[in-house]
């Protein structure tokens, strides 16, 4: 099949974004934009429109925000717009047969990791927290399973040790965005076919939780280290310190022993924040107290001294 496609675009969040884009400038036509309702946010609550929307409109797109894909009158105007393959990034909700079988050509999803390791929800935070040293992105199809389906292409990308879940996030969207592009064309030129999953060497990547952030400071500084990288921006890591809840950002093993007990602060200045741990000292960069800001160590001690001695729960 030589000729442009019609496609369906499925996405949601600024993972998403630039798969969109790259699809607007291919050869291909992107006939819809499916994402979801726009949800209140900010104090005033107020309806915003999901990133993906946004990029839609702007672009003149029709896009369509079901509550359910599995409403009938949503699969029955996806029909009408005749798609010959849906394209799936981070879309928000677990497609059913009827939407899957609906293109000729089926439905293919950038998925945030090397399948069939990390399948689920938060690949990306994962593989950090877990201390990996690679990742990367996977063109597959979709099928009733959770990121089980067939591999068309994949693209590796190094985790760097100071890699956030949002720097590592913000790269691969752009290698998905790239890969998927590279994917469609090899399918179309019927260079590309469909390889299975090795099943048994699937781990997977559940969602992750508020309560998740909370830091063990038994653990090693290296855990944590990792812990916190991997849920910054969200949830974020966090303890807490006389009843006062404080995030923690941008941190640094100092590869150095004490003698306090986890979670005791050793040293608190312009350098940062020391804590002890299981095993080494924790140097955090930036902190965030309760009610207030994102901000460098530095500038929270200016009102708020953080002493030696103090050990934060």
């Known amino acids: 099949m030589t000729r442009a496609l019609r496609l369906i675009f499925m996405g949601t969040p600024d993972f998403a974004v630039p798969s969109l884009e790259a699809l607007l400038y291919s050869p291909d036509a992107v006939v819809a934009v499916i994402c979801q309702p726009d949800r209140p946010r900010g104090r005033g609550k107020k309806l915003e429109p999901p990133p993906v929307k946004r990029l839609a409109m702007a672009h003149g797109l029709p896009v ?172 974020s890591a966090y303890g807490f310190l006389d009843g006062v809840r404080y995030r923690f950002f941008v941190p640094e093993c100092m590869g150095k022993k004490s003698s306090e007990a986890p979670g005791t602060i050793c040293r608190a200045d312009q350098n940062g924040l020391f804590v002890a741990t299981g095993d080494g000292i924790l140097c955090l960069h930036e902190i965030q107290p309760e009610g207030k800001k994102r901000m460098p160590v530095a500038a929270c001690l200016h009102g708020n001294p953080l002493q030696p001695g103090q050990m934060f729960t």
């Open 64 to 235: 369509l925000q079901p509550g359910s894909v599995k409403d009938d009158g949503f699969v029955t105007t996806l029909a009408h717009l005749q798609p010959d393959l849906l394209v799936v990034v981070a879309y928000g909700q677990i497609l059913p047969e009827t939407v899957l079988t609906l293109a000729p050509l089926g439905a293919i999803n950038v998925h945030g990791s090397l399948l069939p390791k990390y399948r689920g929800a938060a690949p990306i935070q994962w593989a950090i927290m877990n201390g990996d040293t690679e990742s990367g992105v996977t063109i597959m199809q979709l099928d009733r399973g959770m990121d089980t389906g067939p591999m068309l292409l994949a693209a590796r990308e190094i985790i760097r040790p100071h890699d956030t879940a949002g720097t590592l996030a913000e790269r691969l969207a752009k290698l998905g965005a790239q890969t998927v592009v590279r994917a469609i064309d090899g399918l179309k030129k019927g260079e590309i076919h469909p390889k299975e999953q090795d099943h048994a060497l699937a781990s997977y990547a559940p969602m992750l939780t508020k309560s998740q952030g909370h830091v063990d400071w038994t653990l090693s500084a290296a855990r944590l280290h990792c812990q916190i990288r991997g849920l910054d921006p969200w949830p």
